[in-house]
């Protein structure tokens, strides 16, 4: 055949004969293919399966597709019908100015606030200055990172329901009673003792002068943050590839450079500001692509439809295997480990600093209600934006998607669709894309700023004993930002590796050495140093064991990680704190002046 036709060849007798459709650049021609399917009795959705033909059985037809070959650096979104009268000139200017003014948005909030950092104090937590909206939505926003807009859509594309559904349940829960249980003791705490990063805070709470609990938790965040900021990195470059044809790892490069100057230049404050604009963009950009994606689908009741066709795809206790078209399984251990997603909210540092940063610990009653209503409703639309995905190809407005690494990219995909439909949606799609890059960019300026601190405060200083001013210390974390942005963006250069199980593994990382010492610290007052420090060693060791030695066994074994390793964390700090001695008297009296006897 030649270059731009599509052949369907139905191997059922009997069946309508598909006529040769050229393949037309933009919507058009991937409408085409959805018509020749439908011509062929074909259910799109499984070109590579057989598919069930009226009432004669189940036989195949085969889709040969062959594109026209674009020059790859030529943007993707230029290609719809108004290629060549000069329309999508206009719509590549709209896109790609949208982004810009976000970018330099985010670069003037990080000068504005570089002249407000006077000590390591205001670089690091903002000198305890943060208002209850500010501190609720970059809390979530630097939480929820590229995995809210590509991980959790593109797996719901991929398999349906349950998986991401569960996960989306666990981590409301765990957000709210983060929130509720954590976020004041903590402020309150950090502030008596003085604390300003996690490690820290570790090491005044339980009494360790030699300052090794600092010391191990730091190596812990640098351990499990460069792979999270790398995942960050990653969706960057995938954004601007997928769209624009840029090559994918110049992509990485300018965005990160982006997020490291705003990071060194403004700190904690600046951070803070621009996750508090990123999470408006990030709630834009979920809202609209719902109503844009269910009108180019057909219709709410069409998205319905095509989601009940596949086994299990709708159903909480199965899902979908796409390899082999069946329904698969989720057991209630399953739904369990899950769930299990909620308790890493415990241990994560960008997120613990914001409790320790607010003005007023009664403020944070008013930070719960908005962060826990935002993180419920941006899940469970970036869930439902998945399935709405798969109606927007199975109309054959895009192209399936079939593994992982591709479905994690369906929101740009609809963003590319829309940018086909006039000026006023390809700006639009300028403000999703920019809040595909505000969900990356939140998560990947907090995690340097806490990975920053780590390295500064807690090893160069309290652990190596290192005599630095204030200037030197700034300097210091500058730095750090600087390399482990570096060596993030080394981790991923590998641009088919997967969002979602990049920032699972992490998130298992912190979830187990910090969350149970973070709930010990804060409401048992005979746990002492030594059994945090097995504790928080445990957490991180049975992440690993279990992921790569455990879980490949399969069966009962193969469930999240970050549930056994939590348990077996908490395990150790009873067992180890009540077979060594008693926290010193002053430690004691802290805990009872702060959180009563």
């Given amino acids: ?52 033909i009226g009432r004669a059985g189940a036989k195949c037809c085969t889709l040969l597709l062959y594109c026209d070959k674009i020059t790859p650096s030529f943007p993707r979104a ?49 000198g305890r200055k943060m208002g209850p909206l500010v501190t609720a939505m970059s809390a979530e926003a630097s939480d929820m990172s590229s995995w809210l807009l590509m991980g959790l859509p593109g797996l719901a594309y991929l398999c349906g329901l349950p998986e991401v559904t569960w996960t989306a349940i666990g981590l409301a829960i765990g957000t709210y009673l983060n929130w509720l249980i954590v976020a004041r003791r903590l402020r309150r705490y950090s502030a008596k003792l003085g604390a300003i990063t996690i490690p820290d805070f570790f090491a005044r709470r339980f009494g360790d002068k030699k300052h090794l609990l600092s010391c191990i938790a730091a ?48 700190g904690f404050m600046a951070v803070s500001f621009t996750d508090l604009i990123q999470s408006i963009f990030m709630t834009i950009a979920l809202i609209v692509i719902v109503c844009f994606g269910v009108q180019q689908a057909g219709g709410l009741d069409t998205v319905i439809d095509n989601a009940r066709a596949l086994p299990g795809y709708l159903n909480m206790t199965q899902g979908y295997d796409a390899a ?75 192209p399936f998607l079939a593994t992982s690494a591709e479905s994690e990219t369906i929101i740009i995909k609809l963003a590319d669709l829309m940018s086909q439909h006039g000026v006023l949606l390809a700006v639009m799609a300028g403000i999703i894309l920019s809040g595909i890059l505000a969900a990356t960019m939140s998560t990947a300026d907090s995690q340097l700023l806490a990975a920053a601190s780590s390295v500064s405060q807690d ?80 957490g991180g060791a049975v992440v690993f064991i279990w992921k790569y030695l455990i879980a490949p066994m399969g069966g009962a074994w193969a469930i999240y990680e970050l549930l056994p390793a939590f348990l077996a964390a908490c395990i150790a700090i009873v067992i180890v704190s009540l077979a060594t001695p008693a926290p010193e008297k002053a430690v004691t009296d802290t805990f009872d002046e702060i959180c009563g006897k």
């Avoid at 790609?96 to 937590?125: H, Q, R």
């Avoid at 792979?227 to 954004?239: D, Q």
């Avoid at 057991?331 to 914001?354: D, E, K, Q, V």
Wanted: aromatic residues 12%.
């Fill in 1 to 52: 055949p030649e270059s731009g036709m599509i052949i369907a060849q139905p191997t059922l007798k009997g069946q309508r004969k598909a006529a040769e459709v050229p393949l037309r650049t933009g919507g058009q021609g991937r409408n085409a293919i959805g018509k020749v399917a439908e011509n062929a009795a074909f259910r799109p959705g499984n070109p590579h399966k057989s598919a069930k």
């Fill in 78 to 126: 230029l290609r719809g019908k108004s290629q060549t009268r000069g329309g999508t000139f206009m719509t590549n200017v709209c896109i790609i100015a949208t982004i810009v003014i976000y970018l330099v948005g985010m670069l003037l909030v990080g000068f504005v606030y570089s002249k407000s950092n006077e000590d390591s104090t205001d670089f690091y937590l903002g």
């Fill in 219 to 266: 190596v812990v965040i640098l351990i499990f943050f460069i792979p999270y900021t790398a995942s960050g990195f990653k969706a960057i470059g995938t954004l601007f590839n997928s769209l624009f044809g840029v090559e994918y790892h110049t992509a990485m490069i300018v965005g990160g450079i982006v997020v490291v100057l705003y990071t060194v230049m403004g």
């Fill in 324 to 398: 082999s078209g069946t329904a698969a399984s989720f057991s209630t251990l399953s739904i369990i480990s899950t769930l299990a997603w909620g308790l890493g909210y415990f241990g994560m540092p960008h997120i613990l600093l914001r409790f320790m940063a607010i003005r007023e610990e009664k403020e944070l009653n008013q930070s719960r209600r908005i962060a826990t209503i935002w993180v419920v409703i941006s899940m469970f639309i970036a869930v439902f934006i998945g399935v709405i995905g798969y109606s927007v190809s199975a109309a054959g407005k895009v």
């Fill in 459 to 538: 090893l160069m200083q309290h652990s190596f004993g290192m005599k630095m001013n204030q200037r030197t210390t700034m300097l210091a974390a500058r730095a750090t930002v600087i390399g482990i942005a570096i060596i993030g963006m080394v981790l991923a250069w590998d641009p088919n590796s997967s969002v979602f199980r990049v920032v699972s593994f992490a998130w298992a990382g912190f979830g187990a050495a910090f969350g149970p010492v973070m709930l010990f610290s804060l409401f048992w007052k005979r746990a002492n140093k030594q059994g945090a420090l097995a504790g928080m060693i445990t």
